[in-house]
């Protein structure tokens, strides 16, 4: 009777036991489902917040940034990009030893060499300057697909089928246009006080290759002149190379013999300057403020604000935003101007004819190049594409009375001979 008691009060409290025991697994079932659903929730919350990049940025002091240059801080194109540099390290806050810069690298195996040490360093952007470094920095980005680069002045990042290429240069011919309305008004100045006659209004133009860069350039500054000057005509000649200060000198003498009352470049050094001096010609210089070598025949120089560009790339990095593969601007971004105007050998009136023309350029009432400004062996653009032949390669980029230089890409593309220029 006991023992039967007793096994009733144990089989109860095995219920008992068991009933407490359901009960347990089921509040800690429900308590896990709970944890799991607000697990899942945040999840879905990081990864919504992920997608509108708000966990996609790099901290600034994490990254190295590598650059190639084709010369060095004595030439006037490299030195402007190295200043582009600096203002991005500062405005960016990236420190010295973060920056590796290689100088005086040519445009050969040298340029391919050189990005894969600054890959192999650690550098997360990795940029070069010159035209002839593109087949180069396309090779290295197809070995390092997770470094990205970029190529001044080339073409081929749109077609190399990378997404780590990119192409980026400014639209520094409003810049030389501006710097050629500054030369057509000095030409004026000396028709009027009888130093010249208008047939007399050859301007010089020193060149560095006849490539597409070069001639954009020398035609801008052209149709710059001859929209204050219309009887000035213009030479160019050549040095075949982007720095050669006494090449450039040679040159520019060379023009000077030939009858040429003003000098204007697209080559790196202060050779053509400083011939100018010694001659007692004025001047428009690139890249650099060229008084200090011409203090009293230097006019001005088209210039660039690269920093507008190195600033924007590395911080589209830093934020994960994917940089464009075609980037090109100019006076409306301020990424391009002329250096300042030397009272001392400039026109009456000129910072006021600048001041205008730039607004022009900025708002966009002003077309570098008019096609109604111009004409090809007596023909305007639009009659020789409409003609057809060669000439129909310039139809996608010419519209609404104007070609559209660096738009469609950003390297200058226009290399047609306008007519009231030779080249020797």
């Known amino acids: ?20 025991g359901c009960g347990s697994t089921s509040e800690s079932a429900t308590e896990e489902a709970a944890t799991e659903e607000a697990t899942t929730e945040e999840a879905a919350t990081e990864e919504a917040a992920a997608e509108e990049g708000a966990e996609t940025t790099t901290d600034a002091s994490a990254i190295k940034v590598g650059v190639i240059y084709v010369g060095d801080e004595n030439e006037g194109y490299t030195a402007a990009h190295m200043d582009g540099i600096d203002d991005m390290a500062e405005a960016l806050g990236l420190s010295e030893d973060q920056i590796i810069e290689k100088t005086t690298i040519p445009e050969d195996e040298s340029c391919y060499d050189a990005a894969v040490d600054l890959a192999e360093q650690g550098c997360n952007l990795i940029f070069g300057t010159s035209f002839g470094h593109e087949s180069y920095l396309i090779q290295a980005a197809t070995e390092y697909p997770d470094v990205q680069f970029f190529h001044a002045t080339g073409y ?15 639209k520094i011919y409003e810049a030389r246009y501006v710097s050629g309305v500054v030369a057509g008004l000095k030409l004026n100045e000396m028709i009027a006080n009888g130093d010249i006659t208008e047939d007399e209004a050859l301007v010089g133009y020193v060149g560095a290759y006849p490539y597409a860069e070069v001639v954009s350039g020398y035609t801008s500054f052209f149709l710059g002149v001859r929209s204050i000057c219309p009887s000035a005509t213009m030479e160019v000649q050549y040095t075949n190379s982007w720095a050669d200060m006494s090449g ?58 690269w920093g507008a560009y190195y600033t924007l790339a590395v911080e589209n990095y830093l934020n994960g935003v994917e940089n464009p593969v075609d980037w090109a601007e100019g006076y409306a971004d301020g990424t391009v101007y ?43 653009l639009e009659e020789l594409i409409e003609s057809g032949d060669d000439y129909a390669a310039y139809a996608d980029a010419t519209s609404d009375g104007y070609y559209h230089e660096s738009e469609l890409v950003s390297a200058p593309s226009f290399d047609l001979r306008i007519d009231g220029i030779t080249e020797k």
């Open 156 to 170: 081929q990042a749109a077609t190399s089928g990378l997404s780590n290429m990119h192409n980026y240069f400014t």
């Open 1 to 20: 009777m006991k023992k039967k008691a007793l096994s009733l009060v144990l089989a109860l409290s095995m219920v008992s036991a068991l009933v407490a």
């Open 338 to 380: 002329i250096t300042p105007l030397n009272d001392a050998a400039i026109a009456e009136g000129t910072a006021d004819k600048v001041a205008e023309v730039e607004a022009g350029l900025a708002d966009g009432s002003i077309h570098v190049f008019d096609t109604s400004t111009f004409t090809v062996n007596g023909s305007t």
């Open 248 to 305: 450039e000198n040679e040159v520019a003498t060379k023009l000077i013999e030939d009858g040429c009352v003003l000098i204007s470049q697209h080559a790196d050094t202060t050779g053509a300057p400083s011939a100018c001096e010694a001659a007692g010609v004025p001047c428009v210089g690139y890249n650099v403020d060229m008084t200090t070598v011409a203090p009293n025949c230097a006019l001005t120089s088209a210039a660039n604000n």
